[in-house]
């Protein structure tokens, strides 16, 4: 399997990158009488900026943008942007720690976000995360938003 390999910055691995897309709908307004159809081109820039220190652990940034133009109707046209960052701590006792958190913006704003966990993996030792309180619970206690 091919690995990009980024382009180095000192200690800091960057990943350009850039995607492009024509998408054609039949109803871009979707509605049920009336259809309208229209082309779309979407150019989606962005940056990954990867940071390995101490042997184990890793910082990672990462932002991209999503210009879509519309051929008829122009006033559709949009743009969206997204930054999310992790950092991740790996000890050698099997505690590992992660950190992660976005923000996005534009026509598909879902606003900031941010995760935590602590994983304790050792044999016969059960497994356990900090929840959104950050308290510290067993994984079958710990309920997604959707359970709760």
């Keep these: 399997m091919l690995q990009p390999k980024g382009v180095r910055a000192g200690p800091v691995t960057l990943h350009p990158f850039l995607g492009l897309a024509q998408t ?3 109803n871009t307004f979707a509605t049920k009488k009336d259809r309208k159809s229209d082309t779309v081109t979407t ?11 101490l042997d184990q652990h890793f910082a990672l940034v990462d932002y991209r943008a999503a210009q879509r133009f519309n051929y008829r109707f122009s006033q559709n046209n949009a743009l969206s942007q997204e930054a999310l960052g992790r950092l991740s701590l790996s000890f050698p006792v099997g505690l590992k720690v992660n950190f992660q958190g976005g923000h996005t913006e534009g026509f598909d704003a879902r606003g ?4 935590y966990n602590c994983r304790i993996r050792q044999p016969g030792i059960p497994i356990f995360y900090l ?8 994984e079958q206690e710990l309920k997604s938003d959707f359970e709760r």
Excluded at 46 to 53: I, M, R, V
Excluded at 131 to 138: A, E, G, Q, S
């Design 24 to 26: 054609f709908s039949d």
């Design 43 to 53: 150019i989606a820039p962005g940056l990954q900026a990867y940071y390995p220190f």
């Design 131 to 138: 929840d959104r309180r950050n308290i510290l619970v067993p």
């Design 112 to 115: 900031s976000e941010e995760d």
